[in-house]
């Protein structure tokens, strides 16, 4: 069921009403799930670094921004394996609140260690199974231009968030490509403290639900391109983005 449109303007900037229960910054979780190595096998320890510039669309959003991660697999058996791993985020561009001019400037930092089982089914095709915790902190500035006022109020928030993931990713070798498509499922705690230009400060916490599905293509060298679908949710509030990516793999 699509938001309707005061419901989408409390969900996508809850902070500009003093009697919404919303804060801003939680709804992006800016990168996909944490993919591995599309395979691994016993004895293995596989390291992963990556930039990745990513940009998310919907109705009324346009924002661009780059992810910088790093990871490392200790597999235990062809089957097990755990990875320990965090990704650093900027994003940056319009969010249509009021009008269209409404700023966003967000960063973010998150950890996850998460345990994996993996399923060969062929040669070139496997599929693996995560899941584990993860938690972030990060902050982000909201500049807007209230109703029947001349000049521009901002927002500045500090988050924090905790809570799991769970996701499956299979991978077929297709010649020197490796696709991957992947599905996830994210529950999470969030902590955020805003600080206004126009006053009323406040504190925040709520529960917020995060699916995302896609593919990420590998080739041969380390591009990477990716599409995600994400759903996002907090009570009764959700948004719905598309989220484009090319980033490089060492």
């Keep these: 069921m699509q938001p309707t449109p005061i419901r989408t303007l409390l969900a996508v900037l809850g902070v500009i009403v ?31 670094a ?37 990704q650093a985020d900027y994003l940056s561009g319009t969010e249509y609140v009021v009008s269209p ?47 029947l006022s001349p000049g521009k109020e901002r927002i500045n928030g500090k988050e924090t968030l905790s809570g799991y993931i769970v996701g499956l990713q299979t991978s077929v070798k297709a010649g020197t490509l490796r696709i991957t498509p992947f599905l996830s499922y994210e529950g999470l ?12 400060s406040r504190t925040t916490d709520r529960a917020i639900a995060i699916t995302q599905y896609g593919a990420e293509v590998l080739f041969r060298g380390g591009l990477t391109l990716g599409i995600t679908f994400q759903h996002w949710s907090s009570g009764g509030d959700e948004e719905r983005y598309r989220l484009y990516q090319v980033g490089y793999q060492f």
């Design 18 to 48: 003093p009697g919404s229960a919303l804060a801003f910054g939680t709804q992006f979780t800016i990168a996909p799930p944490p993919l591995g190595h599309p395979v691994y096998e016993k004895g293995q320890v596989q390291y992963r």
């Design 50 to 86: 990556g930039a990745t510039v990513r940009h998310y669309g919907s109705e009324g959003t346009d924002l661009t921004g780059s992810t910088l991660g790093l990871s490392r697999r200790q597999t235990l058996s062809d089957r097990f394996a755990f990875n320990v791993g965090g």
């Design 101 to 147: 001019d409404n700023d966003l400037h967000l960063w973010r930092v998150m950890l996850h260690v998460t345990g994996e089982y993996q399923q060969r089914f062929t040669p070139g095709w496997n599929a693996i199974l995560f899941a584990g915790p993860e938690a972030g902190y990060g902050e982000y500035e909201v500049t807007y231009r209230p109703f």
């Design 189 to 200: 705690g969030s902590h955020a403290t805003e600080d206004r230009t126009a006053g009323n």
